[in-house]
């Protein structure tokens, strides 16, 4: 893809240098430009999150609004950069990043026009992610990786698991609307359903806990049935953890075993080579 | 069961198609039969859930009724459809999935005879057990079935577990009464039990907590007990999902042991080499 | 220990069919009587829960009375024909079970020449520990015994385990009550660990809460540590579960496999026929 | 390190023998100095936690400063003795232990010279951290030295997992402050990132919960995630444990690798035959 070619035009020459810089990190320049651009990222969302702080409004909000503006100025050249500097633009303004790359920016220059929301607020939060490119570009994120491709494998099985949770806290929560007769809290099977969920994963805020006897009884029982089904997701997660350490690597050619180890050079159970 | 005859009546064919459209859902119109009682079902619970809300009940109360009316004409329609194209009707109807279709349609013709109570509203609600036909039938519940299968088979010990469980936190719940000296939540054995099994599960509404020095100290114990103990319904269950995941794997072809690990490489109940 | 003598006296005759009777449980009398005395406990303990409820104990002291003097009579004479049935009488009466049979009946005893205490109640609780043995007997417990096999084995861990925990949460507490300076909750360090345990084991009653925006940083700190760390004493308890699934069984005298199944007649790494 | 010379010095015989009483425990005057040792730390943390009561402060305060003043003096001479008798005193000053000692019996002399703030608490209270010493001497820590080992092992991906985790909990924090809408406990986006933290984790103090129907619905997602969630530490955790377990096991005598699974008959690093 990035091939070199003879003939290296003037213009190339700059944007082969800018577009290491900002979509690379094995050179110093573009090590800086992360670390730069991972300190203005956490800088932005910083300020959103004091900017929500009445007090701190109160007192800082010019200070808040200028920082804004000059990390968002920061931010649009970066993102006109990163489209004229990559070859396939397309993909990149399409990509995962590259929609998070405009919604950073887009709810500064929305602002102009319509009156700034409290909606915005989430817009802006949303910035965060871009840590994960720099976490990325660092070879940071393998290990990340290897967690969610594990959760991946095994969300079909946790979905399902939810779903039975789900169906089950809506029966025990109409059944605690029944048994608690509309007290506080219980008013609505809706309401029930929230305090199901909150027993059972075992959370318990506490703003809703049953008051009669029986209401007791049955909190008891589900408190110890989400007590014992936290092991369901436990043991699906750990189960696939194992197995994703294994299945990545290789298979004896010789006696078939498939539990290899990353290291291996022999296989433990024949003694064959490997590749 | 569903050979083809030579000779079919007239009757015969409508009974396949109906049994293969409401049975089954290999078919396009099976499919679509399938997707409009997943939404009927969805619909009725949400309505149920609805009509508990007091402010939606005042001002929507006649538009539940209509809606609950064709719910419940669409259920009886079909219910009557699957006792009259299933061949063996007595096993359909005392089956798991039979009974639950029962139940669905009973309530509003109960209602019809004797007044209403808010007792009905549980049997309308295990209408929602009918979803786990349908995703049975759409072939996604074989992870399901992996579940549930870990969790029968570790069951024994996991009702062992929660024996040891109950009786801990009636002993401690009783050491808890005497030592919070009747003071509000710990009036009596039970509420002191209560108490306990809400601490150990890690649950902690907050509703009842002690108040003594030596009743604190005793909470920190169950607590730190709690958190440990945690460990071993997840250690059955993780030990037990490994154990499954390994079943369906390899097959002795000589005495059809399916219990055979991933590194066997003779079957160890008749010694056939594997492979 | 049980053997057969060619001359058995009148005397021993009646003992020993006594002794098969309240011992074990293979006959069909000695399961009967396994049964009536499963009832008696649980009768038991169930009375010792009403009576401390006030509005009960009000209305039926009188019947709660009568009945623990017949079942504590009933238990006087189990007691007194254990003793005089078995042979190696030192051994029951100091063995476990031995110690609470006698616990089981002492408060009675004791509450005849002095006034009754609230602390007799524990005693009587201790009661409910019968249950084992008649568990026992039935030969419901083996996988009980697997699972406190697993927890002592990984005992020496889990206590090291909890010795850092608690070191931590002093620590912890500590510098809460450092932090919070004194607010309601933190009025003292024993009273921020308390804070810092129902914190770290996710209990959260919520009687106590930080709110101080420094002391609420903390807690989230101490929160994510809880989540992370509670994996722990789960990672502990399942290694030390899949362990003793192996550990049990046979190993193979050829290859020297000690992965070896329960139900395994051959080994299934070099096919060896196994005992 | 501690080879015997031909000629020791007087002064050489007294500073060997006191080196082996305080600095090691094969000696039964050795163990005697470690248990006074650990009986000064536990007493010392006692006194600390109870001064910090002020009901006894107010009762006992003389008793305590004069116990604190004994026990420092004890730990000084210590502190000198161990300079003194160790060869190598920078590595002992600077190793963690000795800053440890050296914090233990700070704060009292920094207390002659400015006033006692509360701050001084929290570096009384790292004394505790000296029992680690006496638990690593009495050979009592290999079994913490496992857990921690694989904590460390597991502690990149628990990085990783933390950081999702603070970002999700970021986001949902954000997006409730949007709802909840400058309700109690939601006044800023700091604020409803403790809720989310309070809530993911299932701790659940309840001291700020929602109010709204979409913040409660919000909430059940998030109770539901963070039910989920656990699993992942759980299933690194667990995977690590287990690996670790194994390191301890076989080693291969030809490469020296200790990475041998149970059930490996060839080195898989050299192809060794193993035994």
Sequence with gaps: ??????????????????????????????????????????????????ESVSIFDAKLHSLFVFLEIIITIFFTIEYALRIITIRNKKSYIFSFFGIIDFLAILPFYLSLFIPVTKYFLILRMLRMLRVFRIFNLMDF????????????????KIYIFLLFLVIFCVIVGSLMFMVEGHRE???????????????????????????TPLGKFLSILLMLSGYSIIAVPTGIVTAEMRNKRQNLEKICGRCGNDDVDDDARYCKICGEKLI
Tied chains: 1, 2, 3, 4.
């Design 141 to 156: 994120m393998n290990d990340g990786y290897l967690i969610v491709r594990a959760l991946k494998h095994s969300s079909r």
């Design 1 to 50: 893809m990035e091939k070199e070619h003879n003939y290296i035009p003037e213009e190339a020459k700059w944007k082969r240098l800018v577009f290491n810089i900002i979509f690379k990190s094995d050179t110093k320049l573009g090590l800086l430009f992360d670390l730069i651009l991972l300190v203005l990222i956490l800088l932005s969302t910083f300020i959103v999150m004091m």
């Design 185 to 211: 809290g219980f008013e609505s099977i809706p309401q029930s359903i929230y305090w199901a969920v909150v027993t059972i994963t075992t959370v318990g805020y506490g703003d809703v806990s049953p008051v």
